[in-house]
């Protein structure tokens, strides 16, 4: 499965300010020296040598990601639908090929999950189908809510007519994988999910404040935190910040690394950023995430910063 993110800030969107591409310009101008514009190959390896908080962005848009299949390529999963899910939707209009069959998921209903949908373009094609799942019963009506007067031009009545609401109560197999969910701690309940395609498995866990309970060594546990190869975790905030913010429903970049340890996953991807987080304090975040790793004893957890069109295969 291939794993895209389209959207990966918490809480609203943050893009970057004029200042703030000013400062990654500028930075650039006064570290250029004549050898390293000399040739097409010095210039590209200075390029590929810049700290990549100065080189790119994490990205403003809210949590959105999808999951593909290559031996599938008419089914698309996606999880959330922050803003990102407007980049994601341009995409597909740029694919040129025959609408999909979109299955969106939802952790949970705050604003900077559901904001995108009204702008999420193949849901107006008529000949796209869309599915929409979560373990809440009154999905279709908040979802429906947004999409009012005075909130929004459109209703969802503007969609296409191919679409369904499944309120979970169990897993779902799709794609010839199965898809299964599990309550965690979050103001008004959120819900983590893990894709299981048989060989590999994938955990998207947002909006989540790590509890003692999580850790807690039993089957329920084990069966849905074991063996998982990539984890997308809530990590919004620095320790100190989680401290102040302790009981928002978030976590500490710390607890997502011991979190991932303690169950032996492989590949941790920290997420749901604080917005007004820098590109270089996430960066350092980052490092920090990659010292705190060396403090475990079991070896082999990578970690990586979610970025906007980060795309990773399993
Ligand atoms: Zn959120
Ligand atoms: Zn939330």
Same mark, same amino acid.
């Given at each position: 499965m291939v794993i895209r993110f389209w959207g990966v800030r918490g809480s609203l969107p943050a893009p970057l300010l004029p200042s703030q591409v000013q400062e990654k310009i500028a930075f650039v101008v006064r570290h250029i020296q004549a050898h390293d514009i000399e040739s097409t190959a010095s210039r590209e390896r200075f390029l590929s040598e810049l700290p990549l908080w100065?080189?790119?962005?994490?990205?403003?848009?809210?949590?959105?990601?999808?999951? &593909?299949?290559? +031996?599938?390529?008419? /089914?698309?999963?996606?999880?959330? $639908?922050? &803003?990102?899910?407007?980049? @994601?939707?341009?995409?597909?209009?740029?694919?040129? =090929?025959? #609408?999909?069959? !979109?299955?969106?998921?939802? &952790?949970?209903?705050? %604003?900077?999950?559901?904001?995108? @949908?009204?702008?999420?373009l193949p849901a107006y094609n008529p000949a796209s189908s869309l599915d929409f799942y979560s373990p809440k019963p009154q999905l279709k009506a908040i979802l429906s809510k947004q999409m009012e007067i005075p909130y929004f031009p459109a209703t969802m009545d503007s969609f296409t007519h191919q679409i369904l609401f499944h309120h979970i109560t169990g897993s779902v197999s799709l794609c010839g994988s199965t898809i299964y969910y599990r309550k965690m701690y979050h103001?008004?309940?959120? !819900?983590?999910?893990?894709?299981?395609?048989?060989?590999?498995?994938?955990?998207? #866990?947002?909006?989540?404040?790590?509890? +003692?309970? +999580?850790?807690?060594? /039993?089957?329920? /546990? =084990?069966?849905?935190?074991?063996?998982? +190869?990539?984890?997308?975790?809530?990590?919004?905030y620095t320790l100190e910040e989680f401290i102040e913010k302790f009981d928002w429903g978030h976590g500490a970049f710390?607890? $997502?690394?011991?979190?991932?340890?303690? %169950?032996?996953? *492989?590949?941790?991807?920290?997420?749901?950023?604080?917005?007004? !987080?820098?590109? =270089?304090?996430?960066? $350092?975040?980052?490092? #920090?995430?990659?010292?705190?790793? =060396?403090?475990?004893? *079991? #070896?082999?957890?990578?970690?990586?910063? $979610?970025?906007e069109e980060l795309e990773i295969s399993i």
């Amino acid at each position: 499965m291939v794993i895209r993110f389209w959207g990966v800030r918490g809480s609203l969107p943050a893009p970057l300010l004029p200042s703030q591409v000013q400062e990654k310009i500028a930075f650039v101008v006064r570290h250029i020296q004549a050898h390293d514009i000399e040739s097409t190959a010095s210039r590209e390896r200075f390029l590929s040598e810049l700290p990549l908080w100065i080189f790119g962005t994490v990205g403003g848009n809210t949590t959105c990601l999808s999951v &593909s299949f290559d +031996d599938d390529p008419a /089914n698309l999963l996606i999880f959330d $639908a922050g &803003s990102g899910i407007r980049e @994601l939707g341009l995409s597909e209009s740029q694919r040129g =090929k025959t #609408a999909r069959h !979109y299955h969106i998921f939802f &952790s949970h209903f705050h %604003w900077d999950h559901i904001m995108g @949908l009204p702008f999420f373009l193949p849901a107006y094609n008529p000949a796209s189908s869309l599915d929409f799942y979560s373990p809440k019963p009154q999905l279709k009506a908040i979802l429906s809510k947004q999409m009012e007067i005075p909130y929004f031009p459109a209703t969802m009545d503007s969609f296409t007519h191919q679409i369904l609401f499944h309120h979970i109560t169990g897993s779902v197999s799709l794609c010839g994988s199965t898809i299964y969910y599990r309550k965690m701690y979050h103001p008004g309940d959120s !819900y983590s999910y893990v894709v299981d395609d048989g060989q590999h498995r994938f955990l998207f #866990a947002t909006d989540v404040e790590l509890r +003692d309970a +999580d850790f807690c060594i /039993n089957e329920e /546990n =084990k069966a849905f935190f074991q063996n998982i +190869d990539l984890a997308v975790i809530d990590s919004q905030y620095t320790l100190e910040e989680f401290i102040e913010k302790f009981d928002w429903g978030h976590g500490a970049f710390s607890s $997502a690394v011991d979190f991932a340890a303690h %169950w032996g996953m *492989k590949h941790l991807i920290l997420f749901h950023h604080e917005p007004v !987080y820098h590109d =270089k304090k996430l960066y $350092a975040i980052l490092k #920090a995430s990659e010292d705190h790793i =060396k403090s475990h004893k *079991k #070896a082999g957890l990578r970690v990586t910063l $979610a970025t906007e069109e980060l795309e990773i295969s399993i």
